[in-house]
């Protein structure tokens, strides 16, 4: 299991220094896995809509259960598309997520890749945002599965950090 590090504790050039190993990390991967050198892969923000199905390209929660797990997204990943999840922010004002569990696959084959708490980053009203001690990481074609648990019912604007590397000209041009 990991946890998240608020942002508010750590300075400019970690996080930085973070997000920088995290694209090095991805980009190391689909090289390796794609065959393509660099120059012909792009970095970028992970988009919603775009990347996991969600109905627009703003980070909402479907309506959540109180006191449980309601999935957030399953969406696969399509060829030459790899995804690093590193953080989280919270834009509520009174934030209801408390836990964020990271799976891969969909149905029976569902494995948990990591549980993270979120309350911790709740005592920084100022800044609720972390990020993952250790960054997940979806390759092409496989399931991104994320879960939320809920104090209360209720939707959230719960941002996911992540970055996605693909072949140049997929989504960017």
Known sequence: MSYVIPVAELEVADVQ???SQVIETLLSIAERQTGMPRDQLIVRDALPKTDFG???EVWVTPSLTANDWTNYFTQQLEEQRFVAFYGV???AADPIATGLKFKVGSGNGTKVLDVVQLE???ANTER???LLKKPLIYKERQYVN???YAKAAG????VLKAVVVEPAGKVTF
């Open 128 to 130: 609720v945002e972390g």
């Open 146 to 148: 994320i879960d939320v």
């Open 155 to 158: 939707t959230e604007p719960l």
């Open 54 to 56: 969600l109905t627009n």
């Open 89 to 91: 922010a919270n834009l």
């Open 17 to 19: 220094a973070i997000k």
């Open 120 to 122: 911790g980053l709740y």
